[in-house]
């Protein structure tokens, strides 16, 4: 079993919640947390920008990250949206057991 946690940043929470409604209904994601807002402070076009975000990190399986990723570009307003990948080696069996039944149905 090889369970990931993709993360993105959206501009407002109701951009959050659309993205992490769609992964939820598709079963693409078991749980989608949202966090925020966070201040991110970067450089786009050469200009240092500023700006709140809100995080989005849905737990998902291996194989399904190219459907997480299709949902997030289609409903993203980001030009360029943030979508980061890391694995998670370990953790409760049964949390795991979870994700795996959540997005297998």
Do not use: F, N
């Not at 990931?4 to 959206?10: E, F, L, N, R, S």
């Not at 291996?62 to 997030?72: N, P, S, W």
Request: glycine fraction near 6%; charge should be neutral.
């Amino acid at each position: 079993m090889s369970i990931m946690a993709v993360t993105t940043m959206c501009g407002s929470r109701a951009d959050a919640e659309k993205i992490a409604d769609v992964l939820i209904e598709r079963r693409a994601a078991a749980c989608v947390q949202i966090s925020g807002p966070v201040t991110s402070v970067y450089r786009w076009k050469g200009k240092v920008e500023k700006e709140q975000e809100w995080r989005c990190t849905a737990k998902t399986k291996a194989d399904l990250l190219q459907t997480v990723e299709t949902v997030i570009k289609s409903l993203h307003s980001y030009e360029l949206p943030e979508i980061s990948v890391l694995r998670i080696s370990g953790g409760s069996g049964e949390y795991l057991r979870w994700i795996e039944e959540e997005t297998s149905r």
